[in-house]
Structures are given as C-alpha cells and as structure tokens.
C-alpha cells in the first residue's frame, strides 16, 4: 500500500509542479508568446521549428496549441502556418522526458527542492509581475523535482513486486515471435494510451515509465511500446477539448488526432529495428537517456514526414471537416480570449472589413454606380456589435504600454466606424444636387475619401496572407497605405472646412429668393452627412494605422 501511496503521491506532485511551472513560465512570456508565434510562422518549416522552442521554454504544448487557434481564427496564420506551430510544440513537449532522464531519477533532489519551493512561494506571495511569474515557475520546477524523488521512490518499491518478465514481451525482443511479439506490442501501447487518458498528461506518463525503467521494473523495449501508447493518449485530450469548439479548434484537433496516429503507425512498424538499435547503444547509454531519445525522436520522425506534405495534409483535414462557420464567427471566437494581443488585433480587423465595405458602398452610391441605401448597413451593425461584445469578454488586460495603446487605439477605431455605419443606416447616402457646384464639389471630396479609406480596409484584412511578411501584428504599413491615408485625411479636412463655409451661404440665399427654405436646409443637411461620413471614416483609419500623431489634431465634432 504504502509504494501505491508513493506512486500516486510523485505523480501528483509532478502534475501539480508542471501546472504552477506552466502557469509562471506563461506568464514570464506573457505577449512575448503571442508575438513570436504570429512572426516566425512565416512557413511551416519555421513554424515547427519556433513550436518546438517555444513550448520547451514555456513547457505547455497546449498554451501554444490554445493561441495558435486564436491566431488562426483572426487570419494572422494561415491553417498551414498553424499545423507547423502543432507540429513543432510536438517536439518541443518532448523536453521534460529529457528533464526526468538526466536529473530527475538520478539524483535525490528533494534536499534541493524544499528550499526552492520555499524560496518560490515567497516571491510569490510576496513580489507582483514577474517578480510572482518567476516565483511560481521556480516553485513549479522544484514540486516537479520533489514529486520525482518520491515516484522514484514508489518505483523502487514496485520493482520487488513487479519484474518484466511478468509484462508482455514486445516484437523485436531476441526469441519472442512475430505473433506474440505484435500482441505484446499492441497491449503496451494500449497500456500507455490508458496512462495518459488516465493522468490527462503525458509528460507525467512518461515520467513514470522512465521511473519504472530505471527501477527495473519494466525493460526498455516495454518502455518503447509504452511511449508510443502515451504519446497517441496526448490525442484524447485534444478531442475533448475540441467537442462544442469552433471550426478552426476542431480541425486543429483532427489534425493533433492524424499527426499522432500516422507517428504511431510509423513507429509501429520500424518496433523491431528500433527494438535493435536501442539494444545496440544500450552498452554504451543509459537507458533512461535512450527513452528520452526515443520519445523525441518519435516526434520528430513524425513530423519530418507530415511537415512536406503539409498542403496535402490540410486539404484532408479540410475535407474531412468543412468549414460552416462565416468569416466573422470564425474570427470572433472565444478561444482568442485568452489572448489580448489576439483579440485586439481580431477586432481591428473585423473593424477595417466593415470600413472596407462600407466605403465601397458609399463611393458606389455617389458614382451612380450602385444603390444611395446601404442595404448591408444592418450586416455592418451588426459585424460591430458583436466586436464590441467580444472585447468586452477578454480574459486579462493587456500587458505593456504598447499593447494598452493598440486597445486603445481599436476602441476609437471601432467607436468612429460604428458612428459611420449608424449615419447611413439612418437615411441613407445623400444624392448630389446637379448644378451646385459646392454640392457637387462636396460628394467629390467624399468619395476620394471613401475610395482612400477601402484601400486601408483592405490592406489591414489581406494582412492574413503571411507568406513572406515578418510582423503580422503590427503597425507598419506600405508606402501605398500611407499614400491612401493622406487622401483621406487631405479630403476629410477639405470637406469640413468646406461644408462650414456652404452652410452660411446656402440658408443666405433664401432670403434673396434663389432657394426655398426646405431646399436650402436639405442641401446644408447632405453636405453635412457628406462630411460626418468621410469624418468617421478618417477617424476610424487613423487608428486602425496607429496614427496617433494625428489623434491630436483631429476636431471632435457632435455627431
């Protein structure tokens, strides 16, 4: 009872240990994590690569997994870009059996590992930022280091009880044939499946068969078979998580599912090589190092196949799972949350799409060329309305002074566009008045405006093409969006200044007879929403683009 005890009590110290680690280590990256993700999955090649690096340094594939959604669903990624980010947290999650083989079965730390813990619960109890980040990664690491002694110690006690002789033997073992090797094969790996569906981690899972190994428990090509077990439990979780998700989480996890199972079906079949290979180095290397080798280069195998394929790859899974979701559902998911820097720059985009379409509308109208009522305006409403709502959920605030001033800046952008869309939905796009040159002359200024603001809606949303751009969120823009931006604040500035000097001379000239006062007063009231219109869309341009040079000069006017 008391090595059952033990057992329980390590691995629910190690769990406990890489939750509080986790939780410290994500929050020293805090936007750091969210930046790099979005800028280095450029590729999937780069992307697997920044993964791996990223998920080993914050040690949680699913924090990586969970942003990457987010960065998927606000078009920062691309699919293929974000199946590189899984990929790659695949290898990188693989670090932690390395943890386990070189330091934690070796060596008793627990002499070690009070202290820190000690000396990480004050820091944070006692500190505030990252100050209490670093503490609970400090605390995080040394319960994972005291939870692998006394595992280290139940193992020991179950090695009197249990020897390998009493599990399965597995194919590719010297005198165990094909059929009972396949057998004994298949019944580990469902073993380990089991242990990860059961611990719902399998970095804990493998820190027990490491464990084990090293007391003697099982043997090293046990502890194979029980590895590929435990990495396609990683897939149970992940399944999960993805039932009531959205789209892009589903497929995600479709994904997650096939990447796992295609490595085990991989890994099943090279069993009796690698069953040799490990017995051959086993003379010269450490078991327990040669688990963590394996457990990483299974990953790794793994994804070097599907990383090639990776267009192949999301075609299946798209087929597999169709998208039914409209572009704004998939954009303001839930799941971008817990992210700010995702969530601000999700709604500036769905801010800039209704832009877009709204000044192509308006420009349209004034053209002749389509309809003088916006029939979307409502679908606009709408779009801004659920933006609103969805900021108003965010998980945390927004971490430094740049990410604050982003908010900001997407809040009046959001605040000027709904104005925008409330002033056409209302009445409609004023006609021009032929022979009025100063009424001609103001539906002139707003659509150069209009035509200048949907070249800036459409470079912020067809910023989701990353294939070569290196900052994804950010404010840089090209020398075309800056050309587009001062047109729009130049015929925003000409119109209002106009439209002052229209209003006095147009109710002037009832009083001579050339205008009725209901004609005067429509003319002096089109001009108006005239400049109100390219106004609110000037606004909402400037801070979309960061301009916060221009945020002063700017004359607030009563809508």
Avoid at 109 to 129: D, E
Avoid at 243 to 261: D, E, M, N, Q
Avoid at 356 to 372: F, P, Y
Avoid at 427 to 456: H, K, S, W, Y
Wanted: hydrophobic letters at 50%; one cysteine or more; charged letters at 15%.
């Amino acid at each position: 009872m008391s090595t059952v005890i033990a057992i329980l009590g390590g691995v629910g110290l190690f769990l406990l240990g890489m939750t509080v680690m986790t939780d410290g280590l994500k929050a020293l990256a805090g936007s750091a994590l969210r930046s790099v993700l979005g800028k280095a999955a450029a590729t999937p090649l780069t992307g697997a690569f920044w993964g791996a690096l990223i998920t080993l340094l914050v040690q949680s594939s699913s924090a990586v997994t969970m942003t990457t959604i987010g960065l998927v669903n606000a078009g920062l990624l691309t699919f293929p870009q974000g199946l590189g980010l899984v990929f790659g947290a695949n290898v990188g999650t693989t670090g932690t059996g390395w943890l386990v083989a070189l330091l934690g079965v070796r060596v008793s730390l627990s002499a070690y590992a009070l202290p820190l813990i000690f000396a990480g619960a004050l820091a944070k109890l006692l500190g505030g930022g990252r100050s209490a980040a670093a503490g609970s990664a400090l605390a995080g690491f040394a319960l994972v280091l005291y939870g692998l002694t006394t595992l280290q110690q139940g193992m020991g006690g179950l090695a009197e009880s249990l020897h390998p002789s009493d599990l399965p033997a597995v194919l590719g073992v010297p005198g165990v044939g094909w059929i009972s090797g396949s057998v004994g094969l298949l019944t580990l790996i469902a073993v380990g499946l089991a242990m990860t569906a059961v611990m719902q981690s399998s970095t804990a899972a493998i820190a027990v068969t490491i464990a084990a190994f090293y007391a003697g428990a099982i043997s090293l090509e046990q502890g194979a078979a029980l590895i590929i077990g435990q990495n396609i439990g990683t897939a149970t979780s992940s399944a999960l998580a993805a039932i009531g998700a959205s789209s892009t989480a589903k497929r995600l996890a479709l994904a997650y599912v096939l990447f796992k199972v295609i490595a085990a079906l991989i890994a099943i079949v090279a069993f009796p090589f690698t069953a040799a290979t490990m017995r051959a180095f086993a003379a010269s290397v450490d078991g327990t190092t040669l688990l963590a080798a394996y457990h990483t280069a299974y990953n790794v195998v793994g994804v070097a196949v599907l990383l090639p394929a990776t267009q192949w790859f999301t075609h299946i899974v798209e087929r597999i799972l169709p998208s039914r979701e409209t572009p704004l559902e998939r954009a303001l998911d839930p799941s971008a949350l817990v992210n700010p820097v995702i969530a601000v720059e999700t709604t500036r985009r769905v801010v800039a799409g209704v832009l877009n379409t709204s000044a192509a509308s308006v420009a349209a109208a004034l053209s002749d060329e389509g309809a003088r009522t916006m029939q979307d305006s409502a679908a606009a409403a709408s779009a801004l309305a659920q933006a609103q709502d969805f900021l108003s959920e965010l998980k945390e605030p927004p971490e430094t002074e740049e990410e604050r001033l982003r908010m900001t800046s997407t809040l009046h952008a959001l605040e000027h566009a709904s104005r925008l869309v409330e002033i056409l939905g209302e009445g409609g796009i004023p006609e021009r008045m032929a022979g009025v040159p100063d009424d001609f002359r103001a539906a002139e200024l707003c659509i150069q405006a209009m035509r200048a603001t949907q070249m800036v809606g459409e470079s912020i949303t067809a910023e989701s093409a990353l294939t070569a751009r290196a900052e994804p969120i950010g404010w840089t823009v090209s020398a075309e969006v800056d050309a587009s931006f001062a047109n729009i604040e130049r015929a925003a500035k000409d119109l209002d200044a106009m439209q002052r000097d229209h209003r006095a001379e147009t109710l002037a000239a009832v009083a001579p007879g050339k205008l009725t006062a209901a004609e005067a007063f429509a003319r002096v009231d089109a001009v108006r929403r005239l400049d109100r219109i390219a106004h609110h869309a000037w606004r909402s341009a400037t801070h979309l683009l960061g301009r916060h040079e221009h945020t002063e000069e700017a004359i607030d006017r009563r809508a």
